[in-house]
Structure formats: structure tokens, C-alpha cells
């Protein structure tokens, strides 16, 4: 993969110099509860590679759901929680010293209330990050409408429109009015 990205990215360049080329991962919030030595190991062996690949890059995207806490020798224990999307973006960054494009961020739930309560406290930590001097080119929500995922089918709902999949109907849910909201009012 890494090799592909390279080639790919010196075959744009030949081509379009001026087109912006990056790559994207998923990024886990991780936080040590205590000591340090899982939650840096699994770091280094998930990310690192990838930040250090990106350093001429001209963006990397970040898709980030979780957040994972890790205590002593236990399994981490992962939850969704408002503060992982701006911290997964500032560990990105400086682990990679290039600009940040949230590429994926969200909440598969089938129940909307969580997924609308997650959106402002999730984007003012993004906004901390920015205020801070994190150089972020955007946020993606993850997704406008309800989807098929290649591990788990129709059956996870991130969408923020509801999709009837034999009529094929759309339906906004309150998280698209709530995540309105939070655009104009940034605009």
C-alpha cells in the first residue's frame, strides 16, 4: 500500500502538479489511563508508518469514530466520545507535520438523539484544534445517508438522512437539522 501511494502520487504530480494529494486513515483517540507503554506501542505499530510516509504529502485525512483507553495490561475499552475528533486530529498532525482533512467522522447508531447530541461538542473540539493552530482543509461527515458497509451491510446506520431501501425514499433525520444548524451558525 505504501508503495502504491507513492507511485500514485508522483503519476498525479507528473500530470497535475497543482492537484492536492494525500492519503487517509483511521485513527482511534487513544488515551492511556496510567501508564503509557500499550497505548504508545499500539501507536507505533498502527500509525507511524503511515505519518512518516505522508511528510511530503500535501494533506493526511483522518477518519475518526472512537475513542480506545487503554488501562495497564486490559484490553482497551473503545466508546464514542466528543473529544476524540479533535484529539485524533491533533495527534495526526504533529505525528505528521502536513495539514489534516477530516475525511470520515461520525456515529453508527440507529438511535439519531446520540448522533445529534455528538455533532457540536465533536466539532468544537475540532474547532479547538484549529484555534490552536492545527492547519484542518475540512470536515466530512460520515455519511449523508444511511449506506451499505463492506463488513457489516445495510445493518449500521451513520447516515444523516434515513433510506427506505426498496423505495429508495429519503428522509432527514435530526442530526441533518442539528448539523444545519451548526454550519450556518459557523458560516
Known sequence: MAVAHTAGKAAIKSRRPDLP?????????DQAV???TLRDR???????????LVHDDD?????????????GMRPPV???????????????HAGSGIPVF???????????????????????????????GVPVLGYLHWTLLDNFEWIF??????????????????????SAAEYARLVRAAA
Not at 494529494?21 to 483517540?29: C, E, F, K, N, P
Not at 494533506?59 to 488501562?71: K, L, P, S
Not at 451491510?153 to 435530526?174: I, Q, S
Open 59 to 71: 494533506f493526511i485525512g483522518v477518519q475518526n469514530y472512537e475513542r480506545a483507553r487503554f488501562d
Open 102 to 132: 477530516v475525511t470520515e467522522h461520525g456515529m453508527a447508531t440507529p438511535d439519531d438523539t446520540l448522533r445529534a447530541a455528538l455533532l457540536e461538542p465533536s466539532l468544537a473540539g475540532l474547532r479547538a484544534a484549529i484555534d490552536d
Open 153 to 174: 451491510g445495510y445493518d449500521l446506520k451513520l447516515g444523516l438522512f434515513e433510506v427506505d431501501f426498496t423505495t429508495f425514499a429519503r428522509t432527514p433525520k435530526p
Open 21 to 29: 494529494v494525500g492519503l487517509s486513515i483511521a485513527v482511534v483517540d
Open 34 to 36: 496510567g501508564d503509557t
Open 42 to 52: 499500539k501507536r507505533s505499530e498502527t500509525y507511524e508508518r503511515w505519518l512518516r
Open 78 to 92: 473503545l466508546d464514542v466520545h466528543p473529544s476524540s475528533l479533535g484529539n485524533a486530529v491533533r495527534y495526526v
